[in-house]
């Protein structure tokens, strides 16, 4: 796995997890520009959350403001 997908992985587990703890499901990432060692502004969002599962979206943006990449997970609610 690359360094931007390691980020943008920790981001959307982070952002999902941060009431309750959640499991992985699937994470699907798109690669845009090539980072070429630029640094990119990492954003992430929760999509929707249910009971069970909850959907987030993120994205690396570059400072030349290209879209390095796009990414989308699901997360499980683990159960306590």
């Not at 309750?20 to 640094?39: C, K, L, M, Q, W």
Request: glycine fraction near 6%.
């Amino acid at each position: 796995m690359s360094q931007l997908s390691d980020q943008l992985e920790a981001a959307l587990a982070a952002m999902a997890g941060e009431e309750r703890a959640v499991e992985p499901v699937s994470f699907t990432i798109d690669y845009g520009a090539p980072a070429n060692g630029a640094e990119p502004a990492i954003s992430v969002r929760v999509d929707r959350a249910a009971k069970s599962l909850i959907f987030a979206s993120g994205e690396a943006v570059l400072p030349n403001g290209k879209i390095a990449a796009n990414a989308s997970a699901v997360f499980r609610v683990a159960q306590s």
